[in-house]
């Protein structure tokens, strides 16, 4: 818990950091510190909704001296290291996730895909029996013309060499 006259000796101070931290503060309501610590902690947390843990120790840095520019960077430091190894943590996981996952889709994909191909070649096999049973001797007809058709450019080209 901090100490009142640790508090009453910086209040200027303390105040400016109170107001900065959470900006909901008014300065009636600050102005309104008469030394008793609960008081104020009460206060800030009826307005604030934070924790009476986080607010202790907040005003509990200024007792310490981490009311100096420095101390209140290496927290801030400290506390960003902090976030930053959760975040890298969660995006690592995240992302063996994802790439688990890409993976069993594309192994899904490529096997719909077969899938899909197959059933297209059996559907063209049957139609085009369905064709030469229906039209029998234009079929045939077709079937002479393409092959005259490539003996003939395979004739030039090798005629070419």
Not at 6 to 13: A, I, K, R, V, Y
Not at 27 to 47: P, S, T, W, Y
Not at 146 to 154: E, Q, R, S, Y
Request: charged content about 20%; aromatic content about 8%.
């Amino acid at each position: 818990m901090p100490n009142a006259q640790t508090l009453q000796g910086n209040w200027n101070e303390i105040k400016g950091k109170l107001r900065t931290k959470w900006g909901q503060l008014t300065n009636d309501d600050l102005g309104a510190f008469n030394g008793n610590v609960d008081q104020l902690v009460g206060m800030i947390q009826r307005k604030t909704g934070e924790a009476r843990q986080a607010i202790e120790q907040f005003l509990d840095s200024f007792n310490k001296g981490g009311s100096s520019i420095a101390g209140q960077a290496a927290e801030y430091a400290s506390q960003a290291t902090n976030r930053i190894a959760e975040y890298a943590q969660g995006a690592g996981e995240y992302a063996t996730d994802f790439a688990s996952h890409a993976g069993e889709r594309v192994q899904q994909g490529f096997q719909q895909g077969t899938e899909q191909a197959n059933e297209m070649v059996r559907q063209g096999y049957k139609q085009a029996t369905r064709v030469v049973r229906h039209n029998p001797a234009e079929s045939v007809a077709v079937c002479f013309g393409a092959g005259v058709l490539v003996g003939l450019m395979f004739g030039m080209m090798l005629s070419n060499r």
